[in-house]
């Protein structure tokens, strides 16, 4: 490795909430068990209505259960599509789709201090004018078939490769993603792999994802 290159920091878990939180309480403590199983750097909050929007009240309830809690972790709380309600609610940050409003808009709304995500799907030009406009990370994907979120398009790990290659934005990974599929992306690129269902979904619980996510993360940053 050249000198004058520093080296690539371990990639890390991003997770995203299940579609719908029909108990708060019992996902909070889902939620503690996973964070006290190893690193997660930001949980999204990503919960949507019967008309595709986001469910204002769940996203409020949910926050406001789980982001002392989460933030005491080291975790970010990263609200989807809204960047008023991320302002409101005091969250680190917001995620937006180029379907909720243009980054530049959301970063005018959440100010400089805010954390501020956007989607990119397959497109290195749409990557790049959201690094312009003030993203500070971009979302890739879908890297795999998922049936968390409608209307994705897939995604190569050429992407990752030139992206980690090229620019220095921090770059996400989703889609589909789980313990036994995560490895190529991480060693694409993938800054932080955004995952739901292999979370909270895993057969052996959410905990026992996280530390596995963990684990397989530690292993492919020490070769």
């Known amino acids: 490795m050249a000198e004058n290159i520093p080296p690539r920091e371990r990639t890390r878990l991003y997770l995203i909430t299940p579609p719908r939180i029909d108990d708060v ?35 409020r309830e949910v926050t406001e259960t789980v982001m ?8 970010a709380i990263i609200i989807n599509d809204s960047p008023e309600l991320a302002v409101e609610l005091g969250a680190d940050g917001v995620h937006v789709g180029p379907e909720d409003m243009p980054v530049k808009k959301a970063r005018e709304i959440i100010g400089s201090d805010m954390i ?3 989607t990119a799907k397959d497109s290195r030009h749409a990557a790049m004018a959201a690094g312009e406009q003030g993203a500070d990370y971009v979302a890739f994907g879908a890297f795999y078939p998922t049936e ?8 190569d790990l050429e ?4 992206w980690q290659e090229t620019m220095e934005l ?5 889609g589909g993603i789980t313990v036994d599929n995560a490895a ?11 995952v739901s269902s292999g979370v909270w979904n895993h057969p052996e619980g959410a905990a026992a994802a996280v530390f596995a996510f963990n684990a397989l993360l530690d292993s492919l940053h020490s070769r």
């Open 25 to 59: 309480a019992e996902f909070a403590a889902i939620l503690e068990g996973a964070l006290e199983a190893g690193d997660v750097a930001s949980l999204q909050i990503r919960l949507k209505g019967a008309d595709g929007k986001i469910d204002v009240a769940a996203t």
């Open 148 to 155: 968390t979120k409608a209307g994705t398009v897939p995604a």
């Open 170 to 174: 921090p770059c996400v990974a989703i």
């Open 184 to 194: 190529p992306l991480v060693t694409a690129g993938a800054d932080f792999l955004a």
């Open 68 to 75: 002392a809690m989460a933030q005491a972790y080291g975790t």
């Open 159 to 162: 992407l990752l490769e030139f």
């Open 116 to 118: 501020l995500g956007a």
